[in-house]
């Protein structure tokens, strides 16, 4: 049908259509989107942008609810008890449209840039709803109380006129006009006689009955829509004659959108008949007498858009264009696709809810399934539909497909299984097979969408961050919440979760006083001074504080502290800065030094290996910390303060194999004498507070390790493409997936390659991992926050060939979410002789070799890449070359890239563990942190550069059920 493939809008409004016709909870629908939207709002002041965006959402959505609702009214003709289930309450209506009306006068300031969309979207809300309270069968029984209702609505409609100075949609026009007969007489716009009489609903067909030979129903058909406004006609009117008309074209794109939805095949020609319906309408419009001050082109313009949905051969009006409809613009259908995400939700969640319902079917779902396979041989991922037939033999026993497929050759005659005679025919039993069918499209698991709200809270605008201008105050952005003495790990058995909270609720007490603790680093010498002074000036405040009032928390809020502007001090060493930088401010700046005099001496007494290879370095995704760690001791550096500053040293109980820092959590894996690996969680925020353990055979060796920025899970990959998550807050049993899980069983899984790489995207929405076959293939696989299995990106497979020498395999995949329209990408760097850094699509496959600028052998980025980041907001790409050259790649979805050299670091002879590069937020900027160590002089290296020209991120504190 030629309908169905009208338009993109047109396949958003029958999912609409599929989703909210003939819901009974249609209250609760118009509840939850204005109860989200009142928290939501509670923010808008601080961004406006979103304000805009929120409040067009609601609107698209209000108005498809809305649009069903008047496509749900009975005639007069049918039985009005059979029909009110599912229509809302009138005074749910009612107050929607004045809740409506008022943020949009009350938000003037932040929506007067786009009050012209706006007004278009809200007059088709206001006059669908106004038409539904017209008609609604349940109305108010006091007629003087819909008289008020609808004075109230005028007068907001009149309040919005003075507020929004300017040109005013037609249609808002005559909303005013409809709400100012309405609160004279509620009964003054009827409809005509025989559109009351006759005029169809959801519960029945829009489309005609099938013997007929017209499609649409009478009501609807040209025949009687040139009848509606005569040439001739009263003056008066002229707004019965075009809410009619309005009427007629909503019932007409739901009949089109209807027989789409119900994938009818009769073959009539419902295009045609619209076409039809259509030209009638605009020709009837033509003929209404109206006043002067609403001009029918724009009118006309309107309908026309209205039909474009469902005929696109429909030919615009010069000079108008509909901004909005039912769906609007790009965000309105953004809005009705999330919205059509959130009922099939509420579907599952409903129809789950039904505990002995869904046992039922589940079931019998079963029980089916057996009869196709009693022993439980198969050993597909994905079930087949199961099928059974009925056997000829003397007792017509039961064979299942699975079964028979057993055989490798089926020739009759055969026994079968417990057939004592010999089986001639099988035949199908197609009953079995259709219930099958039918009952597992509803049997859900509603865990998923009813846990998800939880952990994603659906809200957009959040409180602003109120920073102080006290350098001296408490940082809460940095991931230091206090500065109190390293602590060691104790063997104190974990907290318990109620336990913790208790830790947390004084830890929270504590820092609403504004106190402040200091640090003493023992190792720390160049920094000795600076905290000397720093625990100086805090206890002067300390002693204040109890002649103050108490510190509100939002007042204490910090970002990250001044970063390396000023000169560097003197008897600093230039040793880890090999050459200059592509600016001129940084030219001259050198990177900071720190002491690990104590880190590495342990490593050295120990004797064991090279020390230089014992070194590793971490920098945290979501905060200022920095780890520098060897097998015995980690120590958690705050690099946001300069200079930089020891948080905390942790002795490791063990080997120390992989480790990972937040804001909030550390998380490293140790190896001990029993072979067994033990995954520890500190809470950095609790000192006192033992770490959470996990404890693993070491039959799958660890490889990678990344903590999710919501710090909800730690993520872990073993030998074998395996990848395992583990909580942070309370221990609860470890998940394992399997990457190879589509392909074949766990136990031929055994020489599967190991996962090399993981990495969450910025807004920590998606893991993506990465493993390189035996012929040097990179593999890449995605797990969503929403999902609950690894997806393979097969567009982004890259094969490099396997090298003898100098191939230090992957050095970073890295996942970017689409930003602003843009597709997902997905980088992958190498150490490799061949491994040209890449930018691939997910979705095309499409890929682009990222190389510097100038074609200088000594400005190439190569093939050997150190690490790479994408930065929070997604727009640039931070890579370090084998020769410690640092670029920034922009432009990043076009087809010619800018990759710039900013600064240049250490020379690398091989892919080393010392050395890590991030993005982070300094004083309220984004910058790269690079981060290396010299083991030889027990000397770290922190260098900061600001990057000009970006936006911080909002950070969601929500956490996604990894």
């Not at 997806?791 to 490099?800: D, G, M, R, V």
């Not at 980025?861 to 994408?870: E, K, M, S």
């Not at 087809?895 to 002879?909: F, G, I």
Request: some cysteine; overall charge neutral.
């Amino acid at each position: 049908m030629a309908l169905a493939t009208a338009s993109t809008q047109f396949l958003h409004l029958a999912n609409v259509f599929r989703l909210l016709s003939l819901r009974s909870d249609a209250d609760d629908i118009i509840l939850e989107l204005l109860g989200r939207f009142s928290l939501d709002r509670i923010y808008a002041d601080s961004n406006r942008e979103k304000f805009q965006q929120l409040v067009s959402t609601l609107l698209s959505q209000l108005n498809a609810v809305l649009y069903i609702q008047r496509l749900s009214l009975p005639s007069d003709k049918e039985q009005v008890e059979e029909y009110v289930g599912f229509l809302a309450n009138w005074e749910t209506i009612s107050r929607s449209i004045e809740f409506v009306l008022q943020v949009v006068l009350e938000g003037h300031e932040n929506l007067f840039n786009v009050h012209q969309q706006l007004d278009v979207q809200l007059a088709d809300l206001v006059s669908t709803a106004l038409r539904v309270l017209s008609f609604h069968p349940k109305s108010l029984p006091d007629i003087k109380d819909q008289k008020h209702r609808f004075a109230r609505i005028h007068r907001l409609l009149d309040k919005l006129h003075d507020r929004y100075p300017g040109p005013r949609p037609c249609l808002l026009l005559i909303c005013r006009d409809m709400a100012n007969a309405l609160r004279m007489d509620p009964t003054s716009l009827p409809l005509p006689t025989k559109l009351m009489k006759e005029m169809p609903n959801l519960a029945l067909d829009l489309v005609a009955d099938r013997i007929t030979k017209y499609p649409l129903h009478d009501c609807l058909s040209e025949r009687y829509v040139s009848t509606i406004a005569e040439q001739e006609g009263p003056f008066n009117n002229w707004l019965t004659q075009f809410l009619a008309l309005r009427d007629i074209t909503q019932f007409v794109v739901g009949a089109s959108i209807q027989y789409a939805v119900s994938e009818e095949t009769e073959d009539f020609d419902l295009p045609a008949s619209c076409a039809k319906t259509r030209d009638a309408i605009l020709s009837s419009l033509d003929k209404i007498y109206m006043p002067n001050n609403y001009p029918k082109l724009e009118l006309l313009s309107m309908f026309s858009e209205a039909f474009r949905t469902i005929l696109p051969d429909t030919p615009p009006i010069n000079g108008f264009r509909n901004l909005s409809g039912l769906l609007g613009d790009v965000n309105g259908v953004e809005a009705i696709k999330s919205f059509c995400s959130s009922l099939s939700n509420r579907q599952i969640i409903h129809r789950s809810s039904d505990g002995p319902l869904m046992h039922a079917i589940a079931e019998v779902n079963r029980r089916i399934t057996l009869l196709d396979d009693p022993n439980e041989t198969s050993e597909d991922m994905v079930p087949r539909v199961p099928r059974v037939y009925a056997l000829n033999c003397k007792s017509c026993h039961l064979a299942g497909n699975t079964q028979l497929r057993v055989l490798e050759q089926l020739e009759f005659p055969v026994r079968f299984f417990r057939a004592t005679l010999s089986v001639t025919l099988a035949r199908e039993i197609p009953l079995i097979r259709e219930t099958w069918e039918l009952l597992n499209d509803v049997e859900y698991n509603a865990d998923p969408p009813s846990e998800l709200r939880h952990f994603s809270p659906p809200y957009q605008l959040f409180p602003p961050k109120v920073r102080d201008v006290n350098k001296y105050t408490l940082r809460f952005d940095s991931g230091k919440t206090d500065r109190r003495s390293p602590t060691t790990a104790t063997s104190i058995s974990p907290v318990s979760p109620d336990t913790r909270h208790a830790f947390e609720d004084i830890h929270n007490q504590e820092h609403s006083l504004g106190s402040i603790t200091e640090v003493v680093s023992p190792d720390a010498e160049i920094s000795r001074q600076h905290l000397t002074n720093t625990s100086d000036h805090s206890a002067h405040n300390g002693s204040e504080t109890h002649r103050k009032q108490p510190v509100k928390i939002a007042d204490i809020h910090r970002t990250a502290s001044q970063h390396s502007v000023s000169p560097p001090r003197l008897g600093t060493s230039t040793s880890g800065d090999a050459s200059s930088h592509s600016s001129g401010s940084m030219e001259n700046q050198r990177p900071e030094e720190i002491c690990l005099k104590n880190l590495t001496s342990a490593a050295k007494s120990q004797g064991k290996g090279k020390v230089s290879k014992l070194m590793n370095v971490s920098l945290s995704q979501n905060s200022t910390n920095a780890l520098f760690w060897m097998p015995s001791t980690i120590q958690v550096w705050d690099v946001g303060v300069t200079p930089a500053a020891v948080t905390r040293i942790i002795p490791t109980e063990g080997s120390c194999l992989l480790a990972a820092v937040t804001k909030r959590y550390l998380a490293y894996i140790v190896g001990s004498k029993d072979q067994k690996l033990t995954l520890r969680i500190t809470n950095l925020s609790f000192p006192t507070a033992a770490p959470l353990e996990y404890q693993m055979p070491s039959s799958q060796w660890c490889k990678s390790i990344a903590i999710c920025p919501r710090e909800s899970h730690v993520a872990v990959g073993f030998e074998n493409a395996t990848v395992r998550f583990f909580k942070t807050t309370m221990f609860e049993p470890q998940r394992e997936f399997r990457l190879h899980n589509r392909y074949h069983t766990p136990s031929e899984c055994e020489k599967c390659p190991p996962v090399d790489t993981l990495s969450f995207s910025p807004d920590g929405e998606t893991l993506i991992a990465s493993t390189r076959n035996a012929k040097g293939v990179i593999q890449t696989f995605l797990r969503r926050a929403s999902t609950f299995t690894f997806q393979e990106l097969s567009n982004c497979h890259y094969p490099i060939p396997l090298h003898e020498s100098e191939d230090g395999g992957i050095s970073s995949v890295l996942y970017r979410p689409g930003v602003g329209g843009e597709d997902d990408l997905v980088c992958i760097t190498t150490w490799t002789q061949s491994g040209t850094p890449l930018l691939l699509s997910p979705k095309t496959g499409h890929r682009v070799e990222i190389k510097a600028d100038g074609s200088g052998h000594g400005r190439r980025l190569g093939t050997r890449v150190q690490c790479g980041a994408f930065s929070l907001t997604g727009k640039q790409l931070g890579m370090v070359n084998d020769k410690g050259h640092l670029y920034l790649v922009t432009n990043l979805n076009s087809s010619v890239m800018e990759a710039r050299r900013l600064a240049t670091t250490k020379e690398l002879t091989a892919r080393c563990s010392f050395f890590a590069m991030s993005f982070m937020v300094l004083q309220g900027d984004e910058s790269i942190v690079l981060a290396w160590a010299d083991v030889n002089k027990s000397v770290g290296y922190i260098r900061r550069i600001p990057i000009p020209f970006t936006v911080r991120i909002q950070p969601n504190p929500a956490c996604f059920p990894w």
